[in-house]
């Protein structure tokens, strides 16, 4: 299994498409921060706006997508004359439609969505991603043509708002996801898109085999570099360095098993690279912030409590 793909499993990735926006000029949209275990996304089918993350500022133009792996609160502002206004929302089956107070033709379509992660994995991920990622149309036309497919895709689905329309949005959602993945390259570093083939080569190792014993000159050697140079081109372009990614990577994998499986904590360490049950137990909660066993009893009362 590929590594994007094998990470989007072990987040427990879900999605849904929240809200379809044709917003006029002079308009504001606030959006309000996010759950813990949510990662806020926007597509731009047409038109230009911005959107404010924090100090950041988007120019968004057709095709661009944002991911705010962050959750944090953000705004979306179109221009034109006049004191901005607010919006109006109408539910829908699928999802709600918005547009600006006291009509006027729409200046952009914009989808406005999120995914839920599990609190293991998928907020590891996360939480190892920039607070906002930019995927601007126009990068490389490999990009381009996923999201002008996506963005059709989207906008013919949302058209037509019939049975199985929230579904199909929540799976072309994903693939969305999967995209930006695998493609953000920018001002911050996205470990997930790493470009390098032998950094590529490491990174995906690690992860389909955490408990091997993996070495910096091991992981040197399979990348085919110099120790010095794998150190280097690691760092430039996962943004970790080699023992921080091992951690996280190792991590992740255990709280995969933790949720999925009744193997002993101590069973799950060794699986993981760990041959000391105090030093996993240390890495998972500096990870984490709890211990190993608390972690399993609060994904068997998430569960219980979800199927209530």
């Avoid at 979306?76 to 006049?82: I, K």
């Avoid at 996360?126 to 996506?150: M, Y």
């Avoid at 010095?228 to 991590?251: D, I, K, N, W, Y």
């Avoid at 049950?277 to 609060?298: D, L, Q, W, Y």
Wanted: aromatic share 6%; glycine share 10%; proline share 3%.
């Amino acid at each position: 299994m590929d590594t994007i793909s094998r990470l989007l499993r072990m987040a427990q990735l879900g999605a849904t498409l929240e809200k379809h926006c044709l917003l006029g000029a002079a308009t504001r949209m606030d959006i309000a921060r996010y759950g813990e275990l949510e990662v806020p996304f926007h597509v731009l089918l047409d038109g230009e706006c911005r959107l404010y993350v924090g100090r950041e500022v988007f120019e968004l133009r057709s095709g661009d997508v944002v991911l705010i792996p962050s959750g944090a609160a953000h705004r979306v502002v179109t221009a034109g004359p006049g004191r901005p206004r607010g919006i109006v929302e109408t539910d829908g089956d699928a999802f709600a439609t918005t547009r600006s107070e006291r009509g006027g033709d729409p200046v952009i379509d914009l989808f406005c969505g999120h995914y839920t992660v599990n609190a293991g994995a998928g907020a590891l991920l996360f939480r190892s991603l920039p607070g906002a990622i930019h995927v601007a149309f126009g990068q490389s036309a490999e990009t381009d043509e996923v999201l002008r497919a996506l963005s059709s895709l989207m906008r013919l689905e949302a058209s037509r708002e019939g049975s199985g329309t929230a579904a199909i949005l929540a799976a072309l959602c994903t693939v969305l996801l999967a995209m930006v993945l695998r493609t953000a390259r920018g001002a911050d570093v996205v470990w997930t898109a790493v470009t390098d083939p032998g950094i590529a080569d490491a990174v995906g190792s690690v992860l389909a085999e955490p408990g091997q014993d993996w070495t910096i000159e091991r992981l040197g050697r399979q990348a085919s570099m110099s120790r010095a140079t794998f150190l280097r081109r690691f760092v430039r372009e996962t943004g970790m360095t080699v023992g921080a990614f091992l951690a996280r990577a190792r991590v992740m994998a255990a709280a995969e098993l933790l949720t999925t499986t009744d193997a002993p904590v101590a069973t799950v360490a060794d699986r993981v690279g760990y041959r000391s049950e105090s030093a996993f137990g240390r890495a998972f909660r500096a990870e984490v912030g709890t211990t190993p066993g608390r972690f399993r009893r609060e994904a068997v009362l998430r569960r219980a409590s979800a199927a209530a």
